[in-house]
């Protein structure tokens, strides 16, 4: 820019230029030279303007009637039409043959460009038999009506629309202005308004491609025999029956056979509303694409029973998904509250007949409908399934499709295996967090099950459209809209697998290299123990679980319990005060954390306006403390001589000042507040080992007490949309006081787990704790998951750790065993490392699998492709070779894919002796061309 910006006055000198004649007068036409026809005419859309006479004009645009022509006119250009140049179209015949029984329209004829819109002077033929419409179409332009039309919208007004909406969402009302200001910006000619016809006729078109594209031309019998999900983009790296499969797939071994199970996630969407206007609109090809057939799904809704959904409580999470399973969006406003839909779990492509309208909630009779049709549509039966409450979904699937049994056909009897997507199982209770978690069960590689969040993102751009249309209309544009994401998932998959697979090749390498440093400090005998266990809850979940962390966490209850154990067994020798030493320090560490509180309060009740009876309360609060630090004062006199000194240095300086110290700032000595000397010249050594004992444990405790309280702060925002931001000042909902007393607990949490560390570094500051416990920074007050409104995406999204710290952990119900916790704690955090590297070699086996059978499906498709060549046989010769070319053309698309693919991934493969022998039977291109290929399969589509 700063290159370009000491030309900008020439470039804009340019500009003005274009708006002149060249010579300072009109001279003769440059095409016929005849000095009476001036040249007082230029076309805007050919290469180079010429100034041409009426007649040379209309002459060289007979086969551009769609050009925009200006003529100059009192010392300027002003726009005109070739219409009103005298050109006229006919249709009908060959360029140049006239037609002795030329019919012209009833009224005047528009043609909408992508660059404007045409009064134009149409012909039809009158001499043939050939109707209206088709004689519009075989020049490519489409008729806005099927009896005499009077408008047309040109292929390329259609295309460019399509390819705009459905890469930018651009809505057609947009698109309309924006080409009907084209023609007539400052509205000087008289308004002409055919948006109705638009939206007809490019709902039309898309379906007319996804017809075309599917190969529906090609069947003899027509369009109407079009099966269920027909029309609909299959992922080709997903197994499908009879296609890329082998053919003893369903008998191998489970070891073997898992690789062939289909990945699918189901989700409910509820910005994909649909207003109850009560429009009239007809589905053009309900049950053909991805929605369900909606006839069919009407029926199912009525004969099941409306009673609410009660869902088990085998879980305590609070999804709305099942919290609001009967409510969510139950008014009158809307026909539609949102859709459910079933996808690729690993690759985010819609599955055929996997999307229906919810009515009210995401409830379990439109959930099923889903699974079972998309399932029956895929015609695999063994799945991997993933959703947000499959723990509660999957509960009695069986016995609730029994009634449809006959409609899914054996589908009904599918091998299935419920999981819930890696971040949403942040929220599920520890029931969940193993039993569904993709990272501790085996034979699902990497799949983390969150790429069905990704495909919502891409379509609630047109949420705001698609709610203002007919029923019809919007399963039509959802459809289109979803055919696009497939496809364009389809050819980035070249890219996506080789980048995948090298990430994962690393991360392997990485995982293992980390196995075996911590096999290396075990025995192999418990090793092979460790993984058996590991083994054993894989197979059977009710087996004992390596990977949960139980009910064994260390309290700070059991360290006063062990303590007081301690000191009972020395009871015997006398004590030096009938409160013992460890009762001390935990009557120190209760009112610590009580003067703070209470500090706390105190600020709080000066700045906001209290009741008598608050004030009261707060009053004997600060009365209570008082007693009970002068009791413990007299008791820390015996054990802890040295605090005598530093509380009377604190008293001296109040007296000096001639105040009163209230109880709140009272001082609370503790080992940990004293110097290295003081502890050992003036504390009883017990003391100070008890105090980093409980002061651990106490830690352990604020950490628990912070992610608890967290959990339900980052719940009420998800739930609630509650605004945190600075311009929100109070928080915006009637929620602001619960979240307001949780910050302060979240608050107290972390103030005292710093004041714990603290204490922890000055008693032992390479203690074992240290290898557990961290500073906690105010970046590290996050979570779990990724907060609302973070910015923060899924792949760079990093936990943190006090979601990650372990514990200190013991038996509880018995005498801490020290040995055997750290045992306990080394399993667990094996069997975690051992899942990480068995999933990335899983990852490897099935991005393997994915890649050849991707490589089959092209080839699959092109033998397809060619097979219809002929199939068809109809009378007219050129649409006979219409249907050939196409089948040629997308035939060689398909191998041209096939190359692509296998140029990228060859070396990735065989670098890693992956891919066998059938990575070598697949041609390969050079880099450039493949790229070129690549190129040429977008745009062909």
Avoid at 72 to 84: A, E, I, Q, V
Avoid at 186 to 199: D, F, Q, T, W
Avoid at 585 to 597: D, F, P, S, T, W
Avoid at 767 to 790: A, M
Wanted: glycine share 6%; hydrophobic share 35%.
């Amino acid at each position: 820019m700063r290159l370009w910006l000491p030309l900008r006055a020439k470039y804009l000198d340019a500009l003005i230029c274009q708006d002149a004649l060249p010579t300072d007068v009109p001279v003769a036409c440059v095409l016929c030279h005849a000095k009476q026809n001036a040249g007082t005419y230029k076309c805007t859309d050919c290469f180079r303007e010429r100034l041409l006479c009426a007649a040379c004009m209309v002459r060289t645009h007979e086969r551009l009637p769609l050009h925009h022509v200006q003529a100059w006119k009192d010392g300027h250009f002003s726009n005109t039409s070739l219409r009103s140049l005298g050109l006229a179209v006919q249709l009908g015949h060959n360029e140049g043959d006239s037609c002795v029984q030329s019919e012209r329209p009833s009224k005047d004829f528009v043609v909408f460009d992508s660059d404007g819109y045409h009064h134009v002077d149409v012909r039809f033929c009158g001499c043939s038999h050939r109707s209206h419409q088709e004689q519009l179409l075989e020049v490519g332009w489409y008729p806005a009506s099927t009896r005499r039309p009077s408008t047309a919208f040109t292929f390329r007004f259609l295309d460019t629309f399509h390819r705009l909406t459905l890469q930018g969402k651009i809505t057609l009302h947009d698109y309309y202005t924006s080409v009907v200001q084209r023609t007539n910006s400052a509205g000087l000619i008289p308004p002409i308004y055919r948006y109705h016809e638009a939206c007809l006729v490019t709902r039309q078109w898309a379906m007319l491609m996804m017809f075309k594209r599917a190969g529906r031309a090609h069947d003899p019998q027509g369009a109407e025999a079009t099966p269920k999900g027909g029309l609909a983009l299959r992922c080709p790296a997903c197994p499908i029956p009879e296609v890329n499969l082998p053919e003893n797939w369903d008998s191998m071994p489970e070891e073997q056979r898992w690789k062939y199970s289909s990945f699918i996630a189901l989700d409910a969407c509820f910005r994909l509303k649909l207003k109850d206007r009560e429009i009239d609109d007809p589905e053009l090809c309900s049950g053909l694409a991805y929605f369900v057939n909606e006839d069919e799904y009407q029926d199912h809704l009525r004969e099941t029973a409306d009673e609410p959904e009660e869902p088990s409580s085998s879980c305590d999470t609070n999804f709305n998904a099942i919290t609001q399973l009967n409510t969510k969006n139950s008014g009158d406003k809307y026909a539609v509250s949102g859709v459910v839909a079933a996808k690729c779990g690993r690759h985010a492509l819609i599955l055929p007949n996997g999307v229906a309208d919810l009515k009210k909630g995401e409830r379990y009779v439109s959930t099923d409908w889903v699974f079972w049709s998309s399932l029956l549509a895929i015609g695999m039966t063994l799945v991997v399934l993933s959703y947000d409450i499959a723990c509660k979904w999957s509960l009695h699937l069986k016995d609730r499709v029994k009634p449809f049994s006959s409609t899914f056909g054996n589908v009904v009897n599918a091998t299935i295996r419920f999981f819930i997507p890696s971040l949403h199982i942040i929220a599920h209770g520890p029931k969940c967090r193993c039993t569904f978690s993709f990272s501790f069960n085996r034979w699902v590689g990497r799949t983390h099950g969150e790429t069905i969040e990704q495909e919502w993102a891409h379509i609630g751009a047109v949420a705001t459209s698609t709610r203002e249309m007919g029923p019809g209309a919007r399963h039509a544009t959802l459809d289109d809209h979803w055919h696009f994401w497939n496809f364009r998932k389809i050819v980035a998959m070249g890219s996506s697998f080789r980048v995948a697979l090298k990430k994962t090749l690393a991360e392997r390498d990485l995982h293992r290299r980390i196995l075996d440093e911590k096999a290396e400090c075990q025995s192999p005998e418990k090793i092979a123990e460790w993984e058996a266990v590991v083994n054993a809850w894989e197979k059977d979940h009710s087996k004992e679980n390596p990977f949960e962390d139980g009910d064994d966490t260390l309290t700070f209850s059991e360290v006063r319990l062990k303590l007081a154990q301690e000191e009972s067994r020395t009871a015997r020798d006398g004590a030096l005060h009938e409160t013992t030493g460890a009762t001390l320090i935990r009557n120190l560490l209760v009112l610590e954390e009580k003067q703070r509180h209470l500090l706390a309060d105190m600020k709080a009740a000066t700045k906001s306006r209290t009741t008598g009876d608050v004030q009261a309360a707060l009053q004997e609060r600060r009365m209570a403390l008082r007693r009970s630090l002068q009791q413990a004062y007299s008791v820390q006199d015996v054990y802890m001589p040295a605090a005598i000194e530093q509380r009377e240095k604190v008293l001296h300086a109040a007296e000096l000042e001639d105040k009163v110290l209230e109880p709140e700032r009272m001082p609370i000595v503790l080992p940990s507040t004293l110097s290295e000397e003081e502890r050992v010249n003036g504390c009883l050594r017990h003391v100070v080992a008890q105090e980093a004992a409980l002061r651990e444990a106490k830690a352990d405790d604020y950490l628990l007490c912070l992610r608890r309280h967290r959990r339900a702060w980052v719940a009420l925002l998800r739930r609630y949309k509650v605004n945190q931001g600075p311009r929100s000042g109070v928080y915006n909902t009637r929620n602001r006081s619960v979240l307001s007393s949780l910050q302060r607990k979240i608050d107290r949490a972390v103030e005292g787990y710093r004041i714990s560390y603290h204490a922890l570094k000055k008693l032992h500051p390479n203690g074992d704790w240290s290898r557990r416990l961290r500073p906690l920074l105010d970046s590290d007050i996050t979570g779990p998951g990724i907060e609302p409104d973070s910015g923060v995406s899924h792949r760079h999204y990093v936990e943190s750790w006090i979601w990650r710290v372990r514990p200190k952990h013991g038996i509880a119900g018995r005498e801490l065993n020290e040995e055997e916790a750290a045992d306990e704690h080394e399993r667990r955090e094996w069997a975690r490392q051992y899942a990480r590297f068995k999933r990335c070699e899983e990852e490897v086996v099935l991005l393997e699998e994915e890649m050849r059978r991707v490589l089959v499906t092209f080839n699959w498709k092109a033998l397809w492709w060619e097979s219809q060549i002929g199939r068809r046989t109809v009378e007219d010769s050129r649409l006979m070779r219409g249907l050939s070319a196409y089948a040629r053309h997308q035939a060689a698309i398909q191998r041209g894919m096939i190359a692509a693919c296998a140029t990228q991934w060859k070396p990735v493969l065989t670098g890693a002796n992956l891919g066998g022998d059938w990575i070598n039977k697949w041609p390969t291109l050079p880099v450039c061309l493949a790229s070129i290929s690549l190129l040429l399969f977008i745009h062909s589509m």
